[in-house]
C-alpha cells in the first residue's frame, strides 16, 4: 500500500476505480482482477490512467503467476526478452532479485539500448518483513518545471547512456572485504555485453506528446561537455526530477503490482532491508526509439539491441 493519503476518485473511468496517490505522479487502481482475458475497454481505461499517472498500483493480484502476468503484459504491448545481458526467466521475466544486487539509484529501464522499453510491470513475489519500498518520479512534469532558459539549454542536449554503470561505484569493495559471489556474478553479466547509446536529453513522448528528460544512473556524460560541466549540469536535472514533491513511494504488500511508463518517470529501490530476502518479478514491454525536439532519433554507438526487442 502507499505511505500517502488516497485522493478522491479519478472522474470519467467507467470500467475501474482510479484513485490519485499524489498530484504530479501516481494513482491506485481497483477493481481490475489482472490476466489475459482482460476485455478491450478495460486495458484501454488502464493504459489511459498508466498514461495521465505514470505509474499505477494493483492490490490484490495473488492470483497473477508468471503465465498470467506474461499474458497481461502481452494486451499492452510485445514483451521483450526479460534483458538486453542478464538471463531471465521464462515467458520474458526478469527476477529484480536482492541476493543480485540492489538497484537504489535513480533510473529509467534499459535506457543503455536505443529502443527503451515503453512500459514495466513489477510483481511482488517475496518480501522483507520492513522495508524495500520502491520510489517513481515524473520526468514530464520535471521538465516543464524548469526555467524557460535552461529547457532552450537542455532541449539541445545529447548523452551517452551505457550499462557499465556500477551500482556502487560509491565505495571500494574490493578492497574493503570482498564483494558477495552472486552479486559480483551478476554484475558480471550484466555487462557480458557492452552497450553505448546517444540519447536527446529531451524527448518526445510518443503518446501523450509530452516533452520528458532522459536521464537517470546509466548517463555516462553529456555529449560535447567536459567531465566537470557534465557532471554539474546532470546532477542539476536529477535534482529536478527527483525532487520529493515530484515523486510517489510505494510500500509493497504481497499481492501487489506496479505499472510503469518508463518514457516518462525513473525509480529507485529503497534498500532499507538489511540482508533479508527481497525478490519481484518484471516484464517490460517494447518501445520505440526515442527522438529529439528536432525530430533526431537516438543513435548506437556500440551493441545490437535487436534480440532484446523490436522496435514498436
Known amino acids: 500500500m502507499t505511505i500517502t493519503e488516497t485522493r478522491p476518485t479519478t472522474s470519467g ?34 493504459r489511459r490512467a498508466l498514461l495521465e499517472h505514470k505509474v499505477v498500483f494493483l492490490s490484490g493480484q495473488d492470483h497473477l503467476d508468471d503465465a498470467g502476468q506474461h499474458a497481461f503484459a502481452s494486451l499492452l504491448g510485445t514483451p521483450t526478452a526479460p534483458h538486453p545481458t542478464v538471463r531471465g526467466e521464462a515467458g520474458a521475466v526478469l527476477p529484480i532479485d536482492s541476493e543480485h544486487g540492489k538497484a537504489n539509484s535513480w533510473h ?19 518480501l522483507p518483513p520492513y522495508g524495500g519500498s520502491t520510489v517513481w518520479a515524473n520526468t514530464a512534469t520535471a521538465y516543464s518545471g524548469l526555467h524557460p532558459a535552461l529547457k ?13 554503470y ?7 569493495e574490493q578492497r574493503i572485504g570482498g564483494v558477495d559471489v552472486k552479486e559480483q556474478a551478476y554484475r558480471d553479466e550484466f555487462r557480458s555485453q557492452v552497450f553505448e547509446t546517444e540519447h536527446p536529453v529531451v524527448r518526445i513522448h510518443p ?12 548517463v555516462k556524460r553529456l555529449v560535447g561537455l567536459s567531465s566537470r560541466d557534465s557532471d554539474a549540469l546532470f546532477e542539476l536535472l536529477q535534482r529536478a526530477v527527483t ?16 505499472i510503469w511508463d518508463n518514457r516518462a518517470t525513473q525509480h529507485y529501490g ?8 527481497r ?11 526515442p527522438a529529439s525536439v528536432d525530430g533526431i532519433p537516438s543513435s548506437t554507438r556500440q551493441g545490437d539491441a535487436s534480440h532484446f526487442s523490436d522496435v514498436a
Not at 111 to 117: C, G, K, L, N, Q
Not at 152 to 164: G, I, P, Q, Y
Not at 166 to 172: H, I, L, P, Q, S
Open 108 to 126: 529509467s529501464d534499459v535506457t543503455f539500448v536505443d529502443r527503451i522499453p515503453a512500459i514495466s510491470i513489477l510483481r511482488a513475489i517475496e
Open 166 to 172: 556500477d551500482y556502487v561505484a560509491e565505495r571500494d
Open 243 to 258: 525532487q520529493l514533491e515530484n515523486t510517489v513511494r510505494w510500500s509493497w504488500s504481497p499481492g501487489d503490482v506496479a
Open 270 to 277: 529503497v534498500a532499507d532491508y538489511g540482508d533479508q530476502k
Open 279 to 289: 525478490l519481484l518479478h518484471r516484464i517490460t514491454i517494447a518501445g520505440d526509439v
Open 207 to 218: 503518446e501523450t506528446g509530452e516533452r520528458v528528460l532522459v536521464l537517470g544512473h546509466f
Open 152 to 164: 532552450a539549454l537542455v532541449e539541445r542536449l545529447w548523452a551517452v547512456h551505457t550499462n557499465l
Open 13 to 46: 473511468y467507467e470500467h475501474v476505480a482510479v484513485h490519485r496517490t499524489g498530484e504530479r505522479i501516481g494513482a491506485r487502481i481497483e477493481g481490475v482482477r489482472l490476466g489475459g482475458d482482460l476485455a478491450p475497454e478495460v486495458v484501454a481505461e488502464v
